[in-house]
């Protein structure tokens, strides 16, 4: 009798741990084919996988096999006009009909291995070796929330947290380590007292001596407590760092009249990139968007990257205005802040200074990393300069980085973003 | 439409289903009814566990290469992901079925099969290979089917255990060269003890320790007393060349530690499970196709099928048996299952409407009790000689074979034989010895080992009919010499000239010693 039985709840997913082991084998090659894939597509378009090749060489697994040559007669289905001891010249590179049997079992030669790896995977090799500057750091010794946990049993405590079934047992104990050698003597009194008034009714001497000790004996017993001080346990709470897991990230950016919308799209796929990161490593991101030319505005997302303005460029402007929505809105001790400017360098000159005051006193204290990226063939400007002291006074908090094409984008965001010990 | 007479009285048809949906209660019933049909033919077969899985089941019970389960392994995700991407972009379909030698015998149908997909798949799986791996004497004698489910969880667990053990990359490193002398790790004439977990885990520790003893003694270099040296030293090792190079492996790598022995072991275990269906891939497949096309016809003689669920069936049955001509651009070689289905119709027919040419060909057979005549050539041979005894006149006239013999030192190719009277024989042969693994596999052993002086070893390729070792040979010795930790010979003889030697690491290159592959050894003290 046949059994049939359901399988199809069961796990699919049984191929998993060997999918994974073929990538971690050939993460070398999976790297080299993400890093390309990323600098091709768009940044925009993150939400899918990627296909990957690998030359079908590098995955072969070899075994012992005959190769091309010698003496081989081979049967084949089908033929056509062939007679007995024709001599037929031999197809161009062994290929043709004739050669399709045996390229079956030398092995697939040259050809691609292709496969596809899911946008999960995709992101974790390209994210891969960042690390967000400070990250451990900032769990380890910024965190301000804490959560409590328990962590066993204490001898002090708040009486709220009494355990009683550990106290009693404790107090339990004690009486009997106590009183033990008082029982024993009870006991022994005891009997003996019985044994006399059963045998010497007359010997009230003793009786009453042995009577007078039972009752000593009792009241001994008595007077060890049902509940000593340093019988209490507690349930022991302890505090634990919480590391804050949300981040806030504000996008700077310049909307005057020298910014083009080529210049603001090689921003965006900037900013999108540090949001996918942040993405990854906390758990709610708020995204604070300043637009700024000669005054600073907040802005949604629509606005930040295709509203046009016209008009000079005062940095300071959107600098000022992100310390005051980080000091109104985002306090550190429950926030990760990051910053990230992007800009194509121009500024009025008097006003560079100020932004570098703005940002060493009042910005850099307070954030985990702040970005700058200047999006622009040209030399730099005062801008720049002033920057490189900032970039001094906080070298690992702070970075800038010069954009020429879209291209470059990757390799800047892995450059600012290099893995760093904690320190 | 059916191959059958249609004498017998179409009754009012009284069909199981109607519809393409299955539904569990139908599929038991099909089951009943084909049970009942392969019943009348008297088909010994394991008891059978049939489980509906989803398709990426199916890719999953294909990654693990017909294992119900198997250890972690890197191939099996490469596999696993050249499936999944095939099937994803439609260029294949999964097959319908796989089936597991086991005792009870596992089938797994996909939950997108039609009924009638489905039912074929039963009579298929569950009735035609099920009765084969009961009943053919190779998968008799060197498979367990009651012992490989248990065997392949102590494997697994043992090779969780190394790797908590020892990391993932040094098992990793010792199972890929182990694969690649997969194909050499199996006895080929000696029927190895049946396998069974319990046995193995409680044999394993003793094993280890005594494995350990004896290549220490092996490997004695203190002199046993001055009289007797030479006399030994003069003797090769191994007295006989050795064909099953894991097993000479296991028992004689001097630098092995005793976990590596045991992979290395549980590798050979399952190499030797899967040998013999390498070995009867037309006989198996065709003796499959047979059945269900024999029960599938009885079940539509019977009026149980309707007559789309026929034309379904017989859809599904013509592209499996289907063999695309040479020059097709789909041909890769000879369908098994076209001609393992050819072959044993025609013994049938043999059987029951033998012609002049039969009764010369088959004197023993034709007219004799088919169903007889046909157990019997399912039980008793494997491939090769399956071909060599069945293949008739009428199915290499039907298959138009021909054969094409390549030799490299001609300018052109020459047909010594065709589908004709003359013909017949040398087909027969030629088609037989390709179906041949020692033939198709380069007969290499192992031929001494040097064990006073530099313990290198030596393999002997015996090269037959001039052919070559492929490219990836180089890449098979490095590994070898990761396993044996010392210098390896490969030395190819044409008769008893040596025409050619490989060395790993090559010769004069002692320097890059560092640049092969090793396991990191610690040299036991000898």
Known sequence: MSHVIDRRLNGKNKSTVNRQRFLRRYRDHIKKAVEEAVSRRSITDMEHGEQISIPGRDIDEPVFHHGRGGKQTIVHPGNKEFVTGERIPRPPGGGGGRGAGKASNTGEGMDEFVFQITQEEFLDFMFEDLELPNLVKRHLTGADTFKTVRAGISNEGNPSRINIVRTLRSAHARRIALSGSSRTKLKEAQLELERLKREEPDNFGDIQALELEVGKLQARIKRVPFLDTFDLKYNLLVKQPNPSSKAVMFCLMDVSGSMTQATKDIAKRFFILLYLFLKRNYDKIDVVFIRHHTSAKEVDEEEFFYSRETGGTIVSSALKLMQEIMAERYPTNEWNIYGAQASDGDNWNDDSPICRDILMKQIMPFVQYFTYVEITPREHQALWFEYEQVSEAFDDTFAQQQLVSAGDIYPVFRELFQRRLAT | ?526
């Not at chain 2, 009754?11 to 199981?16: A, L, S, Y």
């Not at chain 2, 019943?39 to 990426?56: F, G, H, K, W």
């Not at chain 2, 006989?240 to 022995?261: D, M, S, V």
């Not at chain 2, 499970?273 to 079940?299: I, S």
């Open chain 2, 1 to 526: 439409m059916t191959a059958h007479d249609s004498s017998v009285p179409v009754k009012k048809r009284q069909p199981i289903s109607t519809g393409s949906e299955w539904t569990f209660e139908l599929i038991g019933a099909y089951d009943r009814e084909i049970g009942r049909l392969a019943e009348r033919y008297a088909l010994d077969t394991y008891p059978i566990q049939i489980e509906v899985i989803t398709a990426e089941q199916m890719m999953d019970a294909y990654a693990s290469v017909g294992m119900p389960l198997g250890y972690h392994h890197w191939s099996y995700g490469k596999h696993f992901l050249s499936t999944e991407k095939n099937y994803k972009r439609g260029q294949m379909g999964l097959a319908y079925e796989i089936v597991i030698n086991s005792d009870p015998c596992i089938a797994y149908l996909m939950e997108e099969n039609t009924m009638c997909m489905q039912a074929l798949v039963i009579a298929h799986a569950c009735y035609g290979h099920n009765s084969f791996f009961k009943g053919n004497y190779l998968f008799r004698t060197w498979t367990d089917a009651s012992s490989i489910v248990d065997y392949l969880v102590f494997a697994k667990q043992y090779i969780m255990k190394c790797e908590e053990r020892h990391g993932i990359d040094a098992v990793e490193d010792l199972l890929d060269s182990c694969h690649a002398l997969m194909n050499y790790g199996v006895d080929r004439y000696k029927r190895p003890d049946p396998i069974s977990a319990e046995e193995e885990q409680r044999r394993q520790k003793e094993r280890e320790e005594h494995l350990q003893k004896q290549i220490n003694d092996l490997w004695r270099t203190i002199p046993k007393g001055a009289g007797k040296r030479g006399e030994q030293d003069n003797k090769r090792f191994p007295s006989e060349p050795q064909e099953n190079i894991l097993y000479f492996l296991e028992k004689h790598a001097p630098l092995l530690e005793p976990w590596q022995r045991e992979v290395i072991r549980i590798v050979r275990k399952i190499a030797q499970y899967f040998y013999p269906q390498r070995q009867t891939q037309v006989m198996n497949e065709g003796w499959a196709c047979f059945w269900h096309y024999t029960l599938m016809n009885d079940l539509y003689d019977e009026g149980l099928v309707t007559d789309g669920f026929m034309m379904e069936f017989l859809q599904s049955h013509t592209s499996v048996i289907y063999q695309p001509p040479f020059d097709s651009p789909y041909y890769s070689g000879i369908n098994p299952y076209t001609l393992g289905f050819a072959m044993y119709r025609d013994i049938r027919r043999i059987c029951e409407e033998p012609t002049e040419e039969d009764k010369h060909w088959f004197p023993d057979i034709a007219g004799s009790d088919w169903l007889t005549t046909l157990k019997f050539a399912m039980s008793s041979f494997k491939d090769e000689s399956f071909i060599l005894q069945y293949l008739s006149p009428k199915v290499i006239r039907d298959l138009k074979l021909f054969s094409i013999l390549d030799d490299d030192q001609k300018d052109e190719l020459l047909v010594p034989a065709i589908h004709d009277e003359p013909g017949y024989q040398n087909i027969r042969e030629t088609l037989a010895a390709q179906y041949n693994l020692g033939n198709r596999e380069p007969n290499i052993q192992i031929w001494s080992i040097d064990r006073r002086g530099d313990r290198s070893l030596t393999l002997r390729h015996q090269q037959h009919d001039r052919k070559p070792l492929g490219n990836s040979t180089d890449e098979v010795l490095k590994h070898l010499h990761r396993l044996w930790g010392f210098d390896i010979h490969l030395e190819t003889l044409q008769g008893d000239k040596l025409i050619d030697t490989q060395h790993v690491p090559p010769k004069g290159d002692s320097d890059h010693d560092g640049d092969y592959p090793r396991l990191d050894l610690v040299i036991p003290p000898i």
